[in-house]
């Protein structure tokens, strides 16, 4: 099996960010998103630029988390008057029957000035376009409109392009305890969870496999801005050890990056 190995959030914050490259250089991970709205964006490029070479280096889209690159003038709907975005619960509470569980719908045009800026930050930073582009927690149909026409505009792979194809299996996210605390959360089992196949990506004998985690070595900032916080630690703790990459060894697993995938993948 080749093996898509993704570590989301790249720079939600510093400590993340250098727990997601100490994944890459002492684990599995090939593939990680790019946070460019944070006000450190810049400032934590260094870390992963040497070993752009050897992993896809993609864009997390975000909407839903730190603050917005436009500010609130530009995009109020998506917004507090401080020009940090509202959180995931809050835009959910906002998805209503009225709107079709789908407010974004009414503001299409300010979710996609967002998005495009937050591409362009990268390529500003970078100097080359994504690797992939990727959706951060929160997300609508509209979420999925806007983040296709920005894929096609820029001639990239979505993350989505990649699960609707039928040579992919999944790995699923089974290990995490969603909802839970970070004392819920040091309980997760990546480990076993790959090793004993629970998600059933080896046993489907497809030749691709995707697998989603969020590495990072934990800061006072992540539990500030995430529910996702102490599982972080706990994903970078499996991505490294010695029975996961035995375990990867051991069933002639491939690990490979989107930019390793064919190019007729990059469709809708």
């Keep these: 099996m080749k093996l898509i190995a993704q570590s989301d959030d790249y720079g939600i914050t510093k400590a993340c960010a250098a727990g997601a490259v100490e994944a890459i250089r002492n684990g599995i991970i090939r593939n990680t998103g790019y946070f460019t709205n944070m006000p450190w964006a810049e400032e934590i490029y260094p870390l992963i630029k040497p070993f752009e070479e050897q992993i896809a ?14 500010g609130h003038d530009k995009v109020p709907a998506l917004t507090h008057e401080d020009g940090m975005f509202f959180g ?41 376009k994504p690797d992939y582009i990727h959706n951060h927690a ?7 409109e ?36 970070p004392e819920a959360q040091l309980k997760e089992d990546m480990i076993s969870y790959l090793t004993e196949d629970k998600g ?12 989603v985690c969020h590495c990072g070595w934990c800061d006072a900032e992540i539990f500030r801005l995430s529910s996702f916080n102490t599982c972080r630690a706990k994903d970078l703790e499996a991505v490294t ?3 996961v990459k035995n375990w990867v060894r051991d069933h002639n697993i491939e690990l490979i990056t989107f930019k390793n995938l064919p190019q007729d993948w990059i469709t809708k």
């Design 57 to 70: 280096l993609g864009i997390d889209l975000n909407a839903s988390t730190g603050p917005s690159l436009l």
């Design 88 to 128: 995931s619960r809050e835009n959910r509470a906002m998805d209503t029957d009225e709107n079709n569980h789908n407010h974004l719908a009414a503001v299409k045009d300010q979710l996609y000035a967002e998005f495009d800026a937050q591409i362009q930050k990268y390529i500003e930073i970078t100097g080359h």
């Design 138 to 144: 929160y997300g609508t149909e509209t979420t999925a």
């Design 146 to 181: 806007v983040t296709q026409e920005l894929a096609d505009k820029y001639g990239c792979i979505t993350s989505t392009n990649l699960m609707q194809r039928p040579e992919v299996a999944q790995a699923g996210m089974g290990w995490y305890q969603f909802g839970g605390g």
């Design 200 to 211: 059933k990506m080896l046993a489907s004998g497809k030749p691709y496999g995707y697998l």
């Design 241 to 243: 050890s010695e029975v």
